[in-house]
């Protein structure tokens, strides 16, 4: 069986060949998905043309609503977009938050009938209660969660609460740049 060992290491680095090519298709096919899941994340910053958006006051300790139009007039200026609020003019106790949610409910059922398909959120409150709101709107449409800006006094999009998901925009970016980063250092090995 006449088997030459120099033909044997040329099979090996042809192999060796074809692996390193499959390894940089394959990561290049985790960039291009990455980069396109980052993309349509970006893109629910803003109200997508034809959706139904409502957004959500909720004012715990006095109400938002007034902020909340204000800021929606200006950011989506030509999108009408109905503002639900859900106020109480005290701080509550501990006992009230489970009727805070229960209205909170009522309030989804009601948006749902309605056909919304995104939701805004905005919220002042204590953090348990903010804890219940995340867990009664979860798994619903894509809720995009506003933080009000102290030192300009206006709202910003914080994070989107999405299927079951959380999508926190600023850290999804860091993820895949580390991903990203991680893949190419593999390639260059």
Known sequence: MGFEFDNFWDIVGAVASIGQIVTLIAAIVVIVRAKQKWNRISNMRAVREGALPAAIAVGIGGSIRGLVETFLKTKYPNIEMSVVEVKRDNFVQLTEISGILHEL???????????????HLFYRGPVTL??????????????????????TGSYKLNLTLD??????????????TEGEQVIL???AE
């Not at 299927?163 to 895949?176: R, S, T, Y």
Request: no cysteine.
């Open 105 to 119: 409910l009522k309030l989804k059922q009601k948006l749902m009938d309605q056909g919304v398909t995104e939701a």
């Open 163 to 176: 299927k079951g998901a959380v999508f926190g925009l600023n850290a999804i970016e860091d993820v895949l």
């Open 130 to 151: 903010a804890m219940g709101i995340g867990a009664v709107l979860d798994n619903w449409v894509p809720v995009h969660v506003y933080e009000l800006d102290k030192n």
């Open 185 to 187: 250092e593999r390639i």
